[in-house]
């Protein structure tokens, strides 16, 4: 019932910018976290950014000062905004939503398809 598409993602060159955009759509009841992932080719995947129901958000620290998450509730949709990018950013960034729905009351995680941010030096 629940699908997250994300959107945005592409090729940039070295210092360049993309937004990330990613639509939760279905069943959805509540949401408590959104946030951002990424994982690069023989890498493990890593929390990128997150913000919570209460507007507070987190960032890795390779991201810290060049991206920025944030959210538009009346869409059920998250953004990574993401400055001054870098080779090393390249990656699939995955979103994930927590948020509670039809099954019961306790939250589960949903997660997209993953978008494409290739970044050229």
């Known amino acids: 019932q629940v699908q997250l598409v994300e959107s945005g993602g592409g090729l940039v060159q070295a210092g360049g910018s993309l937004r990330l955009s990613c639509a939760a759509s279905?069943?959805?009841?509540?949401?408590?976290?959104m946030a951002w992932y990424r994982q690069a080719p023989g890498k493990q995947r890593e929390l990128v950014a997150g913000?919570?129901?209460?507007?507070?958000?987190n960032y890795a620290d390779s991201v810290k000062g060049r991206f920025t998450v944030s959210r538009d509730v009346t869409k059920n949709t998250v953004y990574l905004q993401m400055n001054s990018l870098k080779p090393e950013d390249t990656a699939v960034y995955l979103c994930?939503?927590?948020?509670?729905?039809?099954?019961?009351?306790?939250?589960?995680?949903?997660w997209g398809q993953g978008t494409q941010v290739t970044v050229s030096s």
């Open positions: 994930k939503v927590t948020a509670t729905g039809p099954s019961g009351p306790l939250p589960s995680d949903y």
């Open positions: 279905g069943s959805i009841f509540s949401i408590y976290l």
């Open positions: 913000i919570a129901r209460g507007g507070s958000t």
